[in-house]
C-alpha cells in the first residue's frame, strides 16, 4: 500500500516533452484514444486484488502499449494520464524511459521497462527490459544488458560527459521487501557498435563508513526500514547527488530493514568519468540549513540524530523511529482508489 501511494506521487511529475512537432493530428487522434485505453490497464495491474488479474492486465497492458509506440513520432507524446508508469525523457532527448512494477505479493514486486529511442523518421525503436534482481545475489559488481537488468522505478536521469561520450546516471525506486525499501543509481550508456543499452560500469567510487580507502562499484544502492522517508536525488545548484545517511535504529547494522536516517548526508560528485563519493556533504552547518531546506526536505538538521561531535543521541532515535512508525500506520488507512480489474 504504501509504495502504491509513494509512485502515484513520484509520477505525479511533470513530463519534458509535449505531444507537438512532428506528429500529425490524425496521429494525435489515435494516440489519445489508445492512452484512454492504456490507463485503464495500467492502474488495474497495480490495484487488482489478486495477482492473476494484476499479471494478465500487465500482459494486456504491455502489447497494447507498444501498439501505440508504433504509432509514428510516438517518442514526442508523453502518456501523461499513464500514472502508474514513470515516464522520463533524456536531458538530450536522445531517449525515454519507461518503468513500472508488477506486484506479485506482499513479498515480491517484479520491475519492468524499456527505453524508446529517439528516430529521425519517427518509427518504433524499443529495448525491452527484464528484470533479473531475483536471479543475483551480488547486483553491484557487475556489467549488465537489457536481458540482465537491475530493476528500478526511475525518477531521475542525469546526463554527464567524459571523453566525448555520454553517461546517463539514473535514479529509482524499488519496493524491496516487505520490510524495506532500495534506492538506485546506475549509469546507463549506449554500445558504440550495435547501440544496445549497457547498464553499469566502474563508474562508483565509494567510501562505507568502516573503511579507510574507497573502493570500484559498478552501481549504488541504499536500503532503508520500509516506513522511513529518504531523499535520494540530484542537487543541480550543488552538481551532486546527495543521500541521507543511514544508521540501524536497534544497533543491528546487519539488518537493512532497521536503517533510517540520521540527519546527516553523502553524496556523490561527477569526476573523470566517475561518481566519486563524499562522505559528509555539509561538514559545517551553516544557519540557514538548521531549517528544512527546500531541496533536501524532510530531515531539518534541528532534529539530526547525531550532535555536533558525531555522537548519537539516543533519544532523537527513539523518537524518529517512533514518528516513522507513526507515518507508516498513517500511510495504511489510505486506500488507493481501484478501476477496472479490481
Known sequence: MKTIIFLALLFAMPVLVSAQGKISVNNLKELRKKEDSLKIYADSMINAGSAG???????????????????????????????????????DSSFKIFTWQLKKDEYFYYQKGAIQMRTKDGSLKLYPLFDASMFTRKPLDSIRNRNAWIGAIYYKVIQ???????????????????????????????DDKTGEPVFGGPFFLVQPDSAKTARVQYRFNIEYKKEASTTFNYNPEMDMVIFDHLISESDEPNRPETYVPDGDFEGFRWKDGKWV??????????????????????????????????????????????????????????????????
Do not use: C
Open 53 to 91: 488479474k494484476r499479471f494478465l492486465n500487465d500482459s494486456i497492458f504491455v502489447r497494447s502499449f507498444i501498439r501505440a509506440l508504433k504509432v509514428p513520432y510516438s517518442f514526442e507524446y508523453g502518456f501523461d494520464s499513464i500514472s502508474s508508469v514513470s515516464r522520463l525523457y533524456a536531458p
Open 160 to 190: 554527464k560527459t567524459w571523453q566525448n561520450k555520454n553517461y546517463y546516471t539514473l535514479i529509482g525506486f524499488d519496493g524491496y521487501t516487505v520490510s524495506s525499501n532500495r534506492k538506485w543509481m546506475d549509469v546507463l550508456t549506449f
Open 277 to 342: 563519493h563524499v562522505p559528509k556533504v555539509f561538514t559545517d552547518v551553516p544557519d540557514q540549513f538548521k531549517k528544512v531546506d527546500p531541496f533536501l526536505g524532510n530531515a531539518p538538521v534541528e532534529d539530526a540524530i547525531r550532535d555536533k561531535d558525531g555522537n548519537i543521541d539516543e533519544k532523537k532515535l527513539e523518537e524518529r523511529s517512533r514518528k516513522n512508525e507513526e507515518k507508516g500506520k498513517e500511510k495504511e488507512k489510505v486506500k488507493p482508489k481501484k478501476t477496472g480489474g479490481g
